[in-house]
């Protein structure tokens, strides 16, 4: 019977919320890094909508920004993503494809009666970052990279090379998203001056997965003790 060796990671939880402390300064840069906001019209305009905000999305981009609807709105949206990217490992080629489609926003504004000026009310759930993405890559390697095992033979142990002359797999995919829950209002003062608030509350869940197979498909190693099989690590924060 040929050797076997495989490597699993504790599973972690990767709920967090905005109040959460993070364990390294990499975590909290992860946090927020990719954030694209939210509203057709203001992604429409690459994220350029922080000088005017006058729709529902202006409780992300700009809350003063709501004191210049003139009629309430009420938004839904949706997210869709499609792609199928290339990756190359030792002249072979494997296509990834991804497809993912998810509820992304709805909210409500609403202008408030005021004598003077306005007052715009904002309630809404987006979300902001998304962390879908998948890459494998498949091929046999003759590269070592000095994988070896210690096998005790004969009350011996000695340190045997399953590095190289074998075929690697590896697959790596990671999903979820971050939203947050708004609560938002913009108020005129003057005709040349307006400001506002947004208080959000900021959570999301984050699944990655992680798979690196090493597999002797030619059977370059099948004398005893370094009969090896296959080499397996996993990894998972769900």
Known sequence: MRRKFTLRSIIISSLFLSNGQTQ?????????ENEIGYGARSLGMGGAFTALGNDPSGMYWNPAGLA???NGSIYFEGQSLNYHNKTSYINETTVNPLHVGSFNAMGMALPLPTIRGSMVLGVG???IVHYNGQMSFSGFSNIDNELNFPIEVDGKE???DFSKYVLRSEEVYSGGAMEQFTLSFGIAMSPTFAGGLSVSRVSGR???????TQEDSEQNYSEFPADFDQYLLEQKLI
């Open 206 to 212: 984050e699944e990655y997965s992680f798979e690196f």
């Open 68 to 70: 210049d609807m003139a």
């Open 158 to 160: 000695q340190f045997y």
């Open 24 to 32: 390294t300064a990499s975590e909290a840069i992860h946090i927020l």
């Open 125 to 127: 759930f987006n979300r």
